[in-house]
Each structure stands twice: as C-alpha cells, then as structure tokens.
C-alpha cells in the first residue's frame, strides 16, 4: 500500500515563505506525477503545479512566478516552496501521486495525502 505524507504547512503572514515536503512510502518503483492541490474554505479542490518523472513541471497562473515544485525522483518526495505568500493562499494543500509503479509490477492510479493546512494572515 502506498502512503503520501505532508509536512510543513502552518500559520505565515502575508508576503511571507512556507515550503510544504511529502514522502511516498510503500512498495514503489516509480511515480510518473507528483503533484501538489488545495481546497480553500468553500471552495474546490484545485491544482497548485505539477513535476513529471523526467522534470517537467506546470503551475496554476495564480501561483505562477510564486511557488516552486521540485521532486526527488531516487527519494519519492515532492516539495513546493511557496513565496509572497496571499490570504487567498490559504487552504489545505494536499500531496498527490499518479501512475504509480510497484515493486510487484503492478500499477496504481493515484494517492492523496492527508493534507496540511496553510493559513495565510493579511
């Protein structure tokens, strides 16, 4: 079975920096996309940036310029450095792994983590 586990989230003031980690665990071979989402307050879940296996990655326009996704592809850990940090920012941020390639051979679609909550104060 295969885990997701977030860590760092917390209480930042505006303009400020926070960077959330999340480790993989579990029989893994492979992870095609780590990514990260978020749910504000009344609102749905919606991607933040993605990294492929290879580097690639891709940012939601509002995060754009602010946030950064990185992954340790040897480590299955994901990490997004978030700077400038909005009260709009605030929100639970959930780690997500798709395609996902076990040690026995077989694949799992997707994981969710159990998310970390980013409060963001003006």
């Known amino acids: 079975q295969v885990q997701l586990v977030e860590s760092g989230g917390g209480l930042v003031q505006a303009g400020g920096s926070l960077r959330l980690s999340c480790a993989a665990s579990g029989s893994i071979s492979s992870i095609n996309v780590m990514a990260w989402y978020r749910q504000g307050p009344e609102k749905q879940r919606e991607l933040v940036a993605t990294c492929t296996a290879g580097g690639g990655t891709n940012y939601a326009d509002s995060v754009k310029g602010r946030f950064t996704i990185s992954r340790d592809g040897a480590k299955n850990t994901v990490s997004l450095l978030m700077n400038s940090l909005k009260p709009e920012d605030t929100a639970v941020y959930y780690c997500?792994?798709?395609?996902?390639?076990?040690?026995?051979?077989?694949?799992?679609?997707?994981?969710w983590g159990q998310g970390t909550q980013v409060t963001v104060s003006s």
């Open positions: 997500n792994a798709e395609g996902i390639l076990l040690n026995s051979g077989r694949w799992q679609s997707r994981f």
